[in-house]
């Protein structure tokens, strides 16, 4: 899985890269079907934007943005919206794949109803 993790305005401390990839291969162990992930931080002015851009297979890709003070805490707000977006998205995988093999109760043949008859 490639993982790519990207600072606009802001130094990226080498710790914060180490947790954010860390985090982001997290991701591949909640939906095997992960394949990039795109890590964007921004700092505007006293704000810090995280962006996570995942390309799954089977699907559109899952995008979660969070905006805070703090750019510790816009990263752990992130990848939860991530994750939960990655789980809701594997439960419904799952749930079309158990309605396709579950095969449907096959209709029962009516008599067709004959109309009473005349004396």
């Known amino acids: 899985m490639a993982i790519q993790v990207r ?3 802001m130094e990226l401390a080498a710790e914060t890269r180490e947790r954010v990839t860390e985090k982001a291969e997290h991701l591949r162990r909640i939906f095997d079907g992960v394949l990039t ?3 964007t931080l921004d700092a505007e002015k006293e704000r810090r934007f995280v962006e996570i851009v995942a390309n799954v297979s089977h699907g559109a890709p899952v995008v979660a943005r969070a905006t805070t003070l703090n750019l510790n805490e816009a990263i752990e707000l992130a990848f939860d919206k991530a994750e939960a977006q990655l ?3 594997k439960d419904r995988i799952r749930d079309r794949r158990m309605r396709e093999q579950v095969p449907e109760a096959p209709e029962e043949a009516e008599a067709p109803e004959e109309p009473p008859a005349k004396p």
């Open 87 to 89: 789980r809701k998205h």
């Open 37 to 39: 992930v795109h890590v």
């Open 7 to 9: 600072a606009h305005h």
